[in-house]
């Protein structure tokens, strides 16, 4: 006779799970749509069947930068209409979303997935460095501090300004 155990899992998490997967199967992959994120929460099949929330969560729930409705999870990010790919720090969010989950709580995480967090952690920080690095609007950043060096930027500009008319 077989027991079957069932898992309590969030939905939140199963999308994280799912997504992560996604993420670091394919690294070369920017995003990916709702669908394939759905379809790998159903072949992963983690609690015996893919729960009717899965989809909402994909599409609203979990996605940061949109407003909270009413999920309040930063786990996926939209980069345009149905792809998504994994939050990560640094990715700017709706502010109703302010103080969510990111990522799952260790203890609640399946030990067959429990690798996938540290695997998010060196990815995400891998991520943020990269970004500053290949971003000219982020490559500017502290570039103009000798124009005002020792001097208030308030003064600076008030001075720029002296003359005008």
Known sequence: MSVTTRIHLKVADEVWIAAALLQRESPDQLD????????RASEENITGQLRPGVYVHVVQHCVANRRADPGRYRILFETSRGRRRLFREGDPY??????SEITPEPGNMP???????????????RAVATRAETDPLLALKASGLHLWAGERPDDYVRRLREGWE
Do not use: C, Q, T
């Not at 990916?32 to 379809?39: G, L, N, Q």
């Open 32 to 39: 990916f749509s709702v669908k394939e994120i759905v379809a």
């Open 94 to 99: 709706h502010p109703s979303r302010e103080g």
């Open 111 to 125: 030990d067959k997935y429990a690798n996938l967090l540290s695997w998010y952690r060196e990815w995400s920080s």
